[in-house]
């Protein structure tokens, strides 16, 4: 059973609109990330948490939010989508000291 | 900063051969942890192997092991005995110890083929 799932799995959206991207780990691990990947750039850090209530940014938070309401469930909110924000985003746990588990994926896309 | 670079965008390989992949990094911190990863076509992202900073000895896991040149500031990866599904996209990654949240920087992966 996958430890880490996330939800949609695809999502069309309109510019201005808004997006949830749901995250739900069983590892019982204390951190989690959102992560956005286009080509060319690898996977980039948005936002990061060490446990439930805890937010931290990561390296392009810009037009993101998230929110971790219990050690098991992060969220990554785009309130106003934009086309720029066209991305597939994973989400990962990990415990401390260690490797990182992934997600696997959503694509997102902003018309 | 750390920076992690892969400066091989794709190899192409026949099957049941070697395969060997570079990663450099660069770091201010005197200890770090260095991770590879495998993104399938599926688009799944998998965790391979591993090293310490602090071990001198090359980390193996399977048909997977590491080269590690610290002096270098190197970590290459070495698939051998590839088989068909060995083909995706294979990324370096580093924390630093002080990293705060377990943070990982990534290179932008090199992409493998293995051909029959």
């Known amino acids: 059973e996958a430890a880490v799932t996330q939800s949609p799995r695809n999502k069309v959206t309109v510019t201005g609109g808004n997006v949830t991207l749901s995250c739900r780990q069983t590892?019982?691990?204390?951190?989690m990330y959102w992560y956005r990947q286009d080509t060319g750039h690898g996977l980039r850090l948005i936002h990061y948490s060490y446990g439930a209530g805890n937010l931290q940014i990561g390296d392009v938070p810009d037009g993101y939010k998230a929110t971790r309401t219990t050690q098991e469930d992060f969220f990554l909110l785009l309130e106003l989508a934009s086309p720029s924000q066209t991305s597939l985003y994973f989400c990962?746990?990990?415990?401390?000291?260690?490797?990182?588990?992934f997600g696997p994926g959503t694509r997102l896309t902003v018309l | 900063a750390q920076k992690v670079t892969q400066t091989q965008t794709s190899i192409s390989v026949m099957e049941k051969t070697t395969v060997t992949m570079d990663c450099v990094y660069e770091t201010q911190d005197s200890s770090y942890f260095l991770f590879w990863y495998k993104q399938t076509a599926s688009g799944e992202i998998v965790f391979l192997i591993r090293q310490d900073s602090y071990k001198k000895e090359n980390a193996t896991v399977g048909h997977y092991s590491l080269n590690f040149q610290k002096p270098k500031s190197s970590i290459g990866l070495i698939i051998t005995a590839t088989q068909i599904e060995d083909s995706a996209v294979y990324f370096c990654a580093m924390r630093e110890s002080n990293s705060a949240g377990n943070k990982l920087t990534f290179g932008i992966g090199t992409r493998v083929l293995v051909r029959p």
């Open positions: 990962a746990s990990s415990d401390v000291s260690a490797e990182q588990f």
């Open positions: 590892n019982s691990h204390n951190y």
